[in-house]
Each structure stands twice: as C-alpha cells, then as structure tokens.
Nanobody, 119 residues
Framework: QLQASGGGLVQAGGSLSLSCAAS????????MGWYRQALGKQRELVAT???????NYAESVQGLSFISMDYAKKTVFLRMNSLKPEDTAVYYC???????????????WGRGTQVTVSS
C-alpha cells in the first residue's frame, strides 16, 4: 500500500514537496516515482528513481524538480520548485517492486494527491 503526503495549494513560483511511503513486508523496491494527470489530459511521468539511485525526469520538470528515495524506509520524495499553473494536477505515486526470492516485478499506485498552482 502506498501512502502519499504533501500536495495542496501554492502560488506560482513557489515550491512544494511530496512524499510517498510503501507499507508492508517481504518485498523490495525496484523503483518509485511520481506521475501526474491534469484535468482532461493523460497521465504523464514526472520523475522516477531506482533503488540504485538512477533518476528519470520529464523534460518539463528537469532542473526544477528533484526526486530521491530512502530505500530502507521505502519512501520516495519529490521536491518541486518554481511551480507554474500548468503543474496543476493530481500527482500519483508509483512503486515497482517484487517479493523477496521472486523475479517478477509488480506495480502499485497510490490514490493521488492534488497539487494546485495559482497564478
């Protein structure tokens, strides 16, 4: 189960932090990250980070957002700076994981948290 926190209302140019923790036992995280879905649009990648620390950012947030993971706590953090109204969306946490001793990867999604950037 993924539990996200953060989000809310922020003025344009401001910053916001999101976090998402995976709960449960007997599994390991391969990758965690964030996607977002604006009203009337498709869900899109924001950023992901692997257990090895490799990151991947959408071009639109490159250099403005920073993702990190506390592997032991199975928690991912996203810091978003210089936010714009077009960053307004529901942000979804994702975790790609597998049970210990298994090779098949599974994917879980959080329920989403609203981020609204006012102009």
């Amino acid at each position: 189960q993924l539990q996200a926190s953060g989000g809310g209302l922020v003025q344009a140019g401001g910053s916001l932090s999101l976090s998402c923790a995976a709960s449960g036992s007997g599994f390991m995280i391969n990758e965690m990250g964030w996607y977002r879905q604006a009203l009337g649009k498709q869900r899109e990648l924001v950023a992901t980070v692997t257990s090895g620390g490799s990151t991947n950012y959408a071009e639109s947030v490159q250099g403005l957002s920073f993702i990190s993971m506390d592997y032991a706590k199975k928690t991912v953090f996203l810091r978003m700076n210089s936010l714009k109204p077009e960053d307004t969306a529901v942000y979804y946490c994702v975790a790609r994981w597998r049970y210990y001793g298994r090779t098949n990867e599974r994917e879980s999604w959080g329920r989403g948290t609203q981020v609204t950037v006012s102009s």
